[in-house]
């Protein structure tokens, strides 16, 4: 599977409220149980960048993590 579609699989499994079970090998659980509450107060947003340069790897993903709000926070809209 391509990184990128690894990456979004990582993003929309996280959105679910689930750990992946690769993450599960690698983390104890109390680790497991803070991303789990982590992931219960925030979404993923996977943006997918592309670059110019002509090299191997020709795009970069950026990864955000943001708060479940219903009503957005106008001051960071209103200019």
């Known amino acids: 599977m391509p990184p990128f579609l690894v990456i979004e699989r990582i993003a929309s499994v996280l959105n679910?409220?689930?750990v992946p079970s690769e993450f599960s090998s690698l983390l104890d659980k109390p680790s497991i149980m803070t991303l789990e509450n982590l992931m219960s107060?925030?979404?993923?947003?996977?943006?997918?960048l592309v670059e110019s340069i002509d090299r191997k790897q020709n795009s970069i993903a950026r990864v955000k993590f943001v708060p479940n709000d219903i009503i957005p926070a106008f001051g960071a809209y209103m200019h």
């Open 41 to 48: 107060r925030r979404n993923v947003k996977v943006f997918h």
């Open 16 to 18: 679910k409220g689930n």
